[in-house]
């Protein structure tokens, strides 16, 4: 990113305090870093490439050296680190790889409980598709497991001259705020199987999209039923809370099977 008003727009609209610790993901060579660290407490970036994680150091001792305590180096991949080391982050703001974009934001947000916002910059059509409403085109999965965290809405688009090299594509900047997750008998984990089964076949309708996940059509329309969903109806007509029922539906149906055969083989009696 060679564009510094860009730089200063998304640290503008990160919407930062004195006190925030932010998590910055692929610094690369710090345009963003140097504009984030006089507005925060501290920065950690996380950095998968160890030539650039330590070269970063030295930039930033270089260029802006009083700030050079704020910040903090982590060599990691995002999207597989299990905790971030130091102080809790309280904000992601990022220019997030397009291929991984998506997969490291839900995984920091599942990880790094501290999150409280967030402002990443990915590619414009991955932006729609984060912030998308049920029943629009772009509307699928990153959607849906987005809203399980977070409320989130385009904050702007990002041309593709802010770049060098110039990609082929344009970019779209994204904010997010963390909520409380739907209330639920049923996980998380159960909560995206339905997900990822339901728009595995998104043309298809729910009975048919999640006869595998429930094991028969038949078994899918009634789950479906019971969680007050149309069988007729296809997921990416459905909102987070709809596929939250029909995960419950499901754990609850187990709970009842798994209480049914306990009590069928009950200890024996001794007369």
Same mark, same amino acid.
């Given at each position: 990113m060679?564009?510094?008003?860009?730089v200063r727009r998304?640290v503008?609209?990160?919407?930062l305090?004195?006190?925030d610790?932010?998590?910055?993901?692929?610094?690369?060579?710090g345009s963003?870093t140097?504009?984030?660290?006089?507005?925060?407490?501290r920065?950690?970036?996380?950095e998968?490439?160890?030539a650039l994680?330590? #070269?970063?150091r030295?930039t930033?001792?270089?260029?802006?050296p009083?700030f050079a305590?704020?910040l903090a180096v982590?060599?990691?991949?995002?999207?597989?680190?299990?905790?971030?080391p130091?102080?809790?982050?309280t904000v =992601?703001?990022a220019?997030? %790889?397009?291929n991984?974009?998506?997969?490291?934001v839900?995984? =920091?947000l599942?990880?790094?409980?501290s999150?409280?916002?967030?402002l990443v910059?990915?590619?414009?059509e991955?932006?729609?598709?984060?912030?998308? $409403?049920p029943?629009?085109? #772009?509307y699928g999965? %990153?959607?849906?497991k987005?809203?399980?965290?977070? $409320?989130?809405r /385009?904050a702007?688009?990002v041309?593709?001259?802010?770049?060098?090299?110039?990609?082929g594509v344009?970019?779209?900047?994204v904010a997010?705020t963390r909520?409380d997750? %739907?209330?639920?008998s049923a996980? /998380?984990?159960e909560v995206?199987?339905?997900?990822d089964a339901?728009?595995?076949q998104?043309?298809?309708?729910?009975?048919? $999209?999640?006869?595998?996940?429930?094991g028969?059509?038949g078994?899918?329309?009634?789950?479906?039923? #019971?969680?007050?969903?149309?069988?007729?109806?296809?997921?990416?007509?459905?909102?987070?809370?709809d596929?939250v029922?029909?995960?419950?539906?499901? #754990?609850?149906d187990?709970?009842?099977?798994?209480?049914?055969?306990n009590q069928s083989?009950?200890?024996?009696t001794i007369?």
């Amino acid at each position: 990113m060679i564009d510094p008003g860009t730089v200063r727009r998304i640290v503008r609209l990160a919407n930062l305090s004195p006190d925030d610790v932010v998590l910055e993901v692929g610094p690369g060579f710090g345009s963003l870093t140097l504009a984030l660290l006089p507005n925060v407490r501290r920065v950690v970036a996380v950095e998968v490439d160890r030539a650039l994680a330590g #070269s970063l150091r030295e930039t930033v001792a270089a260029v802006q050296p009083q700030f050079a305590g704020r910040l903090a180096v982590v060599h990691a991949d995002a999207a597989r680190v299990a905790a971030i080391p130091g102080e809790r982050p309280t904000v =992601l703001v990022a220019n997030l %790889p397009y291929n991984v974009a998506v997969p490291v934001v839900l995984h =920091l947000l599942a990880t790094t409980a501290s999150l409280v916002r967030g402002l990443v910059m990915v590619q414009a059509e991955v932006a729609d598709r984060m912030c998308a $409403a049920p029943g629009s085109r #772009s509307y699928g999965v %990153p959607s849906v497991k987005l809203a399980w965290f977070a $409320a989130a809405r /385009r904050a702007g688009p990002v041309p593709r001259t802010v770049f060098w090299p110039v990609p082929g594509v344009d970019s779209g900047l994204v904010a997010f705020t963390r909520r409380d997750p %739907p209330t639920t008998s049923a996980s /998380r984990g159960e909560v995206f199987a339905v997900i990822d089964a339901a728009f595995a076949q998104r043309r298809k309708t729910l009975r048919a $999209a999640l006869a595998g996940w429930a094991g028969s059509r038949g078994a899918a329309e009634r789950l479906l039923r #019971s969680a007050g969903v149309d069988p007729r109806a296809r997921g990416e007509t459905l909102g987070v809370t709809d596929f939250v029922r029909i995960a419950a539906a499901r #754990s609850g149906d187990r709970r009842a099977q798994s209480e049914r055969t306990n009590q069928s083989c009950g200890p024996d009696t001794i007369g």
